[in-house]
């Protein structure tokens, strides 16, 4: 399982509401979260693939930015 993680802007629960649809269409992720008390907003996947793009375009098309940190 592949862990990525990026920082974004997704900063309340309502926010989390409106990505989670996006998000979950995605097939080839297992899990993810957001840490809205960490003030880069850390989204963590986790993933059988490598789709860093995917989960970018999923997050860009529900209206949020975000950017890739460094693998784990």
Do not use: H, Y
């Not at 997704?10 to 989670?20: E, G, H, R, W, Y």
């Not at 059988?48 to 098309?61: S, Y």
Request: with cysteine; proline share 4%.
């Amino acid at each position: 399982m592949k862990k990525m993680q990026f920082k974004t802007n997704i900063n309340c629960n309502a926010c989390i509401k409106s990505v989670t649809p996006f998000l979950n269409e995605l097939d080839t992720v297992d899990t993810w979260q957001v840490d809205i008390d960490n003030p880069d907003k850390i989204l963590t996947v986790e993933s059988g693939d490598n789709n860093r793009n995917e989960v970018m375009d999923a997050v860009n098309k529900a209206g949020f930015e975000i950017e890739p940190l460094a693998d784990d």
